[in-house]
């Protein structure tokens, strides 16, 4: 069965809920709010809701390691 859009954007919204619980964890002095306006600035994000990159089907370990790569962070060493 193929997914639909609808289906596609449910799970790219679940899967930014996820990462930015996530993120929280290596960051916890900031915010949820900063964390989700940060990663909301993202290319990371902008891709996650692009359809054809097929990134709302993955886990939010590869979104996360996606978005560090992309900021620079090494997640080894947060």
């Not at 809920?17 to 990663?39: A, H, R, T, W």
């Not at 809701?49 to 978005?67: Q, S, V």
Request: hydrophobic share 35%.
């Amino acid at each position: 069965m193929k997914a639909t859009k609808e289906v596609k954007e449910f799970c790219a919204h679940n899967l930014v809920c996820m990462v930015i619980n996530d993120i929280k964890g290596y960051f916890p002095n900031m915010s949820e709010n900063q964390i989700l306006s940060d990663f909301t600035a993202s290319k990371t994000y902008s891709e996650l809701f692009r359809e054809e990159t097929g990134l709302w089907a993955e886990g939010p370990d590869y979104i996360i390691n996606m978005y560090f790569e992309e900021k620079g962070i090494n997640k080894g060493g947060v």
